[in-house]
């Protein structure tokens, strides 16, 4: 099998003229690929190819096209009305609806139209690229090549290799992706490819604490997008995407992991599709939209600070130094003593569990204990955890003390880890999970999810950043006391934690 992603008369079938489709199209013409889209729907490929051109002509507007590149790329687009004109393709990409049926027709049919050497690429996000070729003639030459809405912006392309893909075939892909303009990584066949894989550790979590009550839906939006640095709350993320899109995503990757604990669905997901609270797209989801604009509860005014003494734990020497620090600055009346005053308001920074266990194992009255979230940097929103019993007062004075310098404070009810520590932890485990399954490299998994889902930063990165050993801390501490094995740790991140490597690192 001869391929060469760079040869000058390289043609490309592009299979949907739906966004990504046309997206896919757009990038190959971008390429300087001559492009061939078909879709069984003749007006969609003519009102895709108008898309496209009105898409170089805001490009050159803009000027991030000439004139003549635009023209050029323009010239590259060919409707056809038949698959039967894709027999002289070089490859063709699938762009069709998720169905395994409908894929497999499309296949089949291709295979008695194109040569033996042409490379079938499809699109699917969810798909096994191993069951789609299955049933091929040449399952050899079926890879999976995923692109990410909308195309032209996102810059990170999966290639997928099934179990008898030949590595000829996503070598090709592989240059193909990044004549595109794409940032092409490798992954193996798994449920949810690498990138909504990882996904699935920041909604899925988010559900489950809303659904046990920690936080509310704004709440839990705003300690990620503030605290973590996340562009946007998981809740917000999943309006976006809509719940209908989701959801089925997600149920789909936890039945092909069958019933892997760590990708287990929320019933608050499915109910609320059922319910019809789609997202933006319906003009309610986990929030309502207005003209487009989403409408959220404003932050209630924090009570003032009572001037009581506070008295901080040391179990966490960098967390002591850390609030310590912030309490300086902000002129609190520190207890010094080994042991607090009985009025003094005590502060924990529990790792894994909640403020209640912590409040136990110190010897501290629970009703005068307050937990704050460390993970992160407390310089943009600082995240208080109550035990049941803790006094109101003391809520009011932890909660005023701690937003004195206007700095914003989210109050939440006791949890086996605070609501960035679970759903971060979450996203490192899974990330762990890919690595020691040698789906793909460390280096590919980081860059994946930061261009493919734009976290601040990859798993395995995020893990580094906020230490390793933390991490585990924080899943063995979740896993023993809820006993629920989606927290138990992998043993990737468990060997690279106990030995003080870093995640991003291989195996000699």
Sequence with gaps: MTLDATQDNLIVG???AGAMGRGIAQVAATGGCSVKLFDTRKE???????????????????ERMTIDEAKSAVGHLHATSSMSDFSDCHVIIE?????????RKIFAEL?????????????????????????????????????FNPVPLMKLVEVINGIRTNPKVTDFLFELGKRMGRVPVRVADAP??????????????????FSEGVASFVEVDRIMRDAAGFRMGPFELMDLTAIDVTHPATDLIYQQFYHEARYRPSTLMNTRMEAGFLGRKTGEG??????????????????????RAVWVSQVHVHAYEQIIGILNKLNATIDEGEEPDDNSLCIVSPLGIDATTAAIEEGLNPEHTIAIDTLFNLSLRRTLMKTPVTDPAYTKSAHGLFASDDTPVTVVRDSTGFVSQRIVAMIVNIGCSIAQSGAATPEDIDKAVMLGLGYPHGPLGFGDTVGADRILEILISIFEMTGDPRYRPTPWLRRRALLGLSLLTTET
Excluded at 44 to 62: D, Q, S
Excluded at 192 to 209: C, K, M, P, S
Aim: hydrophobic residues 40%.
């Design 14 to 16: 592009v299979i949907g």
């Design 44 to 62: 969609a490929t003519k009102e895709a190819i108008g898309f496209i051109e009105g898409m170089f002509n805001r490009a050159v507007e803009k």
């Design 95 to 103: 762009a069709a609806v998720e169905n395994l049926d409908i894929k």
């Design 111 to 147: 295979e008695s139209i194109v040569a033996d050497d042409v490379v079938l690429a499809s699109n699917t996000s969810s798909l096994s690229i191993t069951t789609i070729a299955s049933k091929c003639k040449n399952p050899e030459r079926v890879a999976g090549f995923h692109f």
């Design 192 to 209: 949810g490819f690498l990138v909504n894989q990882v996904g699935r550790g920041y909604t899925i979590e988010a559900a489950h604490l």
């Design 286 to 307: 986990f929030y309502v939209y207005e003209g487009g604009k989403q409408q959220a509860p404003e932050e209630k005014k924090a009570p003032n600070y009572d001037g």
